[in-house]
Structures are given as structure tokens and as C-alpha cells.
């Protein structure tokens, strides 16, 4: 990749700015693609600073009931691979924010990494997160990504140890996604990690930004975790109020509307760090 990704640029914009950061996750398909558009609209136009679009999958590892039920309702919709690149096609039409999409490697490697990565660029994609790939087996769609002027976001948790904190940090770009529990997806009263340890052993090794995801349920959660971090991940509470909802216009007031409580809570902080 030459000069900063538009996710980078974004990130570092805010830090100049004084701001937080926030990325809103919601899952692809859920209520049908037509309305992923749709709730993107609402929770960009809220606030939220880059999107995260959750790609459906049968066997999601790495997250709880909320998001496993998404993807669930998702795939019965009949949500896949191409029809969710389409629809990114379609955001891109209502939305500026940078966009990333996570997934698992089955469906990638199945479409074919080049074809997937040449397809997610043209669509406009400009991340990808795909946490049930190692590290160690990265490399092939982080040179695709690259080439493609993508980044290839990668995943730390709490019980990384620094030797892997390094050598991650030393090919990572656009951010550093820092999980902020031992677990799954799904938000949380409490967050019991010491964040202040945890990002603190993440920045002795890089100065990317760092976004911490996991666990964060709304205003008052983002607002604490904040602190040690440039920018906050919520999913599992915005799947939820999409979920609540009886239609995808409804969805989406309910999302914007969450995200623009959080991004009032994270902009009380502005100017203050």
C-alpha cells in the first residue's frame, strides 16, 4: 500500500482533532441487504465514524448469541458473499465513512483470496477483520489486501504475549483491534480487564491507533474505555436494537439513534486528553 489508508487518514483526523473515534458494527443481511443499506445510512449520519459490516457465517467463533442469532437470520434471508459486496456497492452510494468488512476465512477462501480482495476493493471496501485467521497464516490476504490499497486489521486480546504483540504490530496498518475480553462478542455490564495495562502493553510497540471492541453495551462503557484508546468497536448492542425492531426503517432509526447517544457521550471528552 502507498501513503495512509482512508482508515488510517480517518483515525489520525480524529486524534488531531481531539476526538474519539467510533466504529459501528452492524451485521450484513440483518433484515435483508436492502436494509443493511439502509441502517448504514442512519448510523453514519449519526455519527459513527467508520463502519464495520459483519459477513454471515454458520460457525461464527468469535461471536455470543446476539451476533450468532444475526447471522443466523441473515443467512435464512439468503444473504451471501457477492450479494453483500453488492450491497456495499449500494452503501458506498449514501455513505462516505470508510468501510471494513469482517468475516471468517472459510467464505474467503472459497471465493478465492486475489478475486475476494480485487472484489471487495472495486466494491469499496477498505478493511478487512477476519479473527479466526492466525497470524502466523496471514500473509497471502494481507498482500492481496495491500496491493489493493486495503488494510488487514489484526486482533489482540488481553492474553497476547509481547513477543506476539511485536511481531503483529510490525505488519499491521489502518489500526489495531484490541479485544477488550476473554471471550466472545455480546455486551456487558462490567468490563473487568485492566485496559489501562492491557493498551498500555499494545502502544509500547506501535503508533497506530488503537480500537477496543468487545463488551461495550453503550454510552457510559464507551465513554470509560475511551480513555485508553483512540477509538471504541460497538456490535453486539447495535445488532440488538436492529433486532428489536419490526422493519428495516425502524432498525435503522433505533441504531442512529444508540450511536448518536454514544457519540455524544465519546464528544464530552473532546479536547480533554
Known sequence: MTGRSRIAKCLENLRAAGKKGLIAFITAGDPGLAGTVEIVRHVAEAGADLIELGIPFSDPIA???VIQMASARALAAGATLPGILEAVREIKKVCTKPLLLMG?????????????????????????IVPDLPYEETRPLREAATEKGMDLIYLVAPVTPDRRLMKIAAEASGFIYCISVTGVTGARREIDTD?????????RYTALPLALGF??????????ASAYCDAVVVGSALVKAVAECSDAAAAGLAAGQLVARIRAALDSLKGSF
Not at 485496559?195 to 499494545?202: K, N, S
Open 104 to 128: 471468517y476465512y472459510n467464505p474467503i477462501y472459497r471465493f478465492g483470496i486475489r478475486q475476494f480482495a480485487a472484489a471487495a476493493s472495486v466494491a469499496g471496501v477498505d478493511g478487512l
Open 63 to 65: 461471536d455470543g448469541p
Open 195 to 203: 485496559l489501562a495495562a492491557f493498551t498500555g502493553r499494545v502502544r
Open 215 to 224: 463488551g461495550i453495551s453503550g454510552p457510559e462503557q464507551a465513554l470509560k
